[in-house]
């Protein structure tokens, strides 16, 4: 029986049309006149039908079915299952969103899904961006107030793929109250001298802004100023972004340990998070041994260090390491000016870097490139071992 079910599942999918502004109510008359060739089964297993139908593995349906204990029967998911592949869902896109949102399955079809798909099409967002949205956000997509929060948050973001990008790093904003909580956190950042394309690139990567409490944002904000980065800056927008991911007390023991570790002064301190703010995100142990490195080996001035904060961001063993030994090398052997800046190669992407620094010298040194490849990966040459 459940072979057949799903054959004849299969076939109405196959041929039911995608209207333009339908949300498929046509498959749910389909599927509902169907019935009687493929009645309910008594024993009907929810777990079985997550791995069968839906394409869970097993311990991601046993973790799914606690959810779906009500359902008795098929009925109610084989029409979900026709709805979302009517917008185009891969299976394993199903499979995903069923497994981060089991309830999805046992949403109405004609009473809230297509409702919202009608309302989203109206806002001008076509089925495969409607898709995104189901895949991205399904726990929200199977709410009708949905449809209104998109209606703000579209200009808000400039675009829906700018949304869609939010909506990666969380969408727990889309349940934020517009009204007490979104827009009062909006017109603050708007008073603080943000422009809409700057609050628009702050919410795509922090879209916990959005649904903090104002007093959270009004802290963030004198946060951002007190390291050094005042409203109406260049970097503000930045500030912002690095502050929201962590307490005060964090951020004070952030900025004390970037004092203690790289020998900053507080104007030290101010420059380089004004210009990387960045660095209050990279961890104690990554910041203690590029320190190390770039100030006892290489031997930079921390004050050098704090006007140039983007040396914090390269990888210590896949860049700055292995940049350094060939820069040395070359001046050691006359092929390079002892003036030229190791930060100038540092900035280079590879391809630049490659074709200034290590294929004019093939004939002089030979096995450069060879030994540059292998202190990429850790290992280091013995022309690379310097006295």
């Given amino acids: 029986m459940l072979h057949l079910r799903k054959r004849v599942l299969s076939h109405l999918l196959s041929a039911a049309p995608l209207p333009s502004t339908s949300p498929l109510l ?47 029967s098929p009925a109610k998911p084989d029409v979900v299952l026709a709805f979302l592949a009517g917008l185009d ?30 309302g989203l099409t109206g806002l001008g967002l076509s089925n495969v961006e409607i898709a995104r949205l189901v ?12 449809v209104s929060k998109l209606e703000y948050y579209l200009p808000l973001y400039g675009s829906i793929d700018n949304l869609l990008r939010s909506l990666k790093y969380g969408s727990g904003f889309l349940g934020s109250d517009l009204e007490r909580v979104v827009k009062p956190n909006v017109n603050l950042l708007a008073e ?27 802290r963030m904000v004198a946060c951002a100023e007190r390291i050094g980065l005042p409203r109406g800056s260049g970097m503000f927008r930045q500030a912002l972004h690095a502050v929201s991911y962590f307490s005060e007390d964090k951020i004070a023991a952030k900025v004390d340990y970037l004092k203690r ?54 990888s210590l063993e896949g860049r700055l390491r292995p940049r350094y030994y060939v820069v040395r090398f070359l001046k050691e052997n006359g092929l390079l000016e002892h003036g030229r800046s190791y930060y100038t190669t540092l900035v280079k992407i590879e391809k ?33 071992r310097f006295t």
């Fill in 261 to 314: 570790t790289l020998g900053w002064s507080d104007a030290d301190v101010g420059i380089a998070v004004s210009k990387g703010p960045f660095l209050l995100a990279r961890s104690n142990d990554v910041l203690k041994r590029m320190s190390d490195f770039l100030i006892s080996e290489v031997g930079l001035q921390p004050a050098y260090i704090a006007h140039r904060p983007a040396l914090l961001t390269y």
């Fill in 26 to 72: 046509s498959l749910h008359r389909l599927l509902s006149a169907a019935a009687p060739a493929v009645s309910p089964n008594p024993s009907f297993a929810v777990e079985e039908y997550l791995v069968g139908t839906c394409g869970l593995t097993r311990a991601q349906a046993l973790k799914a079915s606690a959810k779906l204990s009500h359902l008795k």
């Fill in 192 to 218: 603080c001298g943000l422009g809409a394309c700057d609050i628009a690139k702050l919410f795509i990567r922090a879209p916990r802004i959005l649904s903090a409490s104002t007093d959270r944002v009004l």
């Fill in 352 to 384: 630049v870097f490659m074709e200034k620094f290590i294929c004019p010298h093939k004939e002089a040194a030979p096995h450069l490139a060879e030994d540059y490849a292998a202190a990429c990966k850790g290992e280091v040459s013995a022309r690379f």
């Fill in 89 to 118: 869902l891969s299976a394993a896109d199903v499979a995903a969103l069923v497994s981060r949102d089991p309830q999805f399955l046992s949403a109405g079809v004609e009473t809230t899904l297509s409702p919202v798909v009608s």
């Fill in 135 to 146: 895949s991205l956000a399904p726990g929200h997509f199977r709410n009708r107030s949905f």
